[in-house]
């Protein structure tokens, strides 16, 4: 339904069961109006619905086609090292660890205890995955082909683009702090890839987002960058990011001290 074709992805999604990470029903769903009735039927689970894990402070397992769209863009491949950065219960980690295989490896980062410790549960039948807990902007992990983050920043860390391997996918939300204020959710937020080519980096704009704020992951700089750039619109257009904040302002949908996405 979201005119993704990656076969991988779709057995993936066949093969892994939500209910596993999400524990027993029933289970909180999210609708236009809020949570619905609690509802015990598994098939609720396989609608394009978001449910509650932590239902008190809005966290939520995300939409399973916005996942799909984020997770085609960055394309895990088979024997990559694919790292999650923000992980919740694991069901996204898993569906990362069924496609790159045994041959390859997922690090899943879960800041809250609560959940990092569901997901340490959830995923150890998977040897391939390791569920660390702590901050997803400061923990240090090995050179990645995939990290895929979930939870909103306001840039693109150096923590992250310094760790993607040579043709390695950064697939992440940019969300400004109006998206989670006053503004219609996902007003103010959108998803992009981000591809190491060398000492370049391309960057293209996936769909609009919503997430979380992720701790460690924002600064009122870069966010006022943002929230200007999603006023003026244009963020499709984006081709490539900069670690610098001094390409010309004509050239650039964001430009921020350190960084920049730019048309060209």
């Not at 990362?96 to 800041?111: F, K, S």
């Not at 219609?184 to 704020?213: K, N, Y």
């Not at 990011?241 to 921020?256: K, N, S």
């Amino acid at each position: 339904s979201v005119g993704v074709e990656f076969p991988d992805l779709e057995e993936a999604y066949a093969t892994v069961k939500r209910e596993h990470y999400l524990g027993p029903g029933p289970w909180k769903i999210l609708g236009g109006m809020g949570y619905r009735k609690p509802d015990d039927d598994p098939a609720a689970l396989y609608e394009d619905v978001l449910v509650a894990i932590i239902p008190e402070r809005g966290l939520n397992n995300g939409q399973p086609s916005g996942h799909a769209m984020w997770l085609a863009a960055a394309h895990p491949n088979p024997g990559d090292h694919a790292v999650h950065v923000g992980a919740g219960v694991g069901y996204y980690t898993a569906i990362l660890a069924h496609i790159v295989g045994p041959q390859g490896r997922v690090t899943a980062i879960e800041h809250e205890p609560e959940l990092a410790a569901r997901a340490a549960m959830n995923l150890a039948h998977l040897p391939a995955v390791q569920v660390v807990q702590g901050n997803g902007a400061t923990i240090a992990f090995d050179p990645a082909d995939v990290i895929y983050v979930n939870a909103g920043a306001t840039r693109p860390l150096d923590a992250w683009l310094d760790r993607l391997k040579e043709g390695g996918r950064l697939v992440m939300p940019l969300t400004a702090n109006a998206a989670f204020a006053t503004m219609p959710r996902g007003s103010q937020g959108a998803m992009f890839c981000i591809e190491r080519r060398g000492a370049e980096f391309l960057a293209e704009f996936v769909s609009a987002a919503a997430f979380i704020p992720g701790e460690g992951m924002r600064d009122p700089e870069s966010e006022a960058a943002l929230a200007a750039g999603f006023a003026k619109g244009g963020a499709d257009k984006v081709t490539r990011l900069y670690r610098t904040g001094d390409r010309p302002e004509e050239q650039c949908w964001v430009r921020a001290p350190g960084w920049a996405l730019a048309y060209r």
